[in-house]
């Protein structure tokens, strides 16, 4: 989302992070101190504060990125049969509808 967009993509991005996390404290605030109750405060809470963590990673790789010049490094997802195989083996699949042999 910030990588390819540019001020008002970032600008968006760092009000919903802002957002979310004053969001989520004041809500916690209300619900501890306040003396506030309900039965969705808590669920309001916990989607705030899942949001607010899950828009500070691309926020902290922005920054990162803007700040020290640096990505962060890209990490290499495998699936269990290529750990299982021991990675570099392809699996042998059966062909799908788009993969039709021409003999049929």
Known sequence: M???????NRTAHYGLLTYNLLSTLYIGYLSLVG???GYLLWPAFALHGLLAVLL????YEAVRLEWFGTPLPKTRR???SEIVL???KKVETAPNSTQRTRNG
């Open 2 to 8: 910030l990588a390819k967009g540019g001020c008002a």
């Open 35 to 37: 003396g506030f109750f």
């Open 56 to 59: 500070a990673g691309p926020a």
């Open 78 to 80: 495998q699936i269990a």
């Open 86 to 88: 021991g990675g570099n």
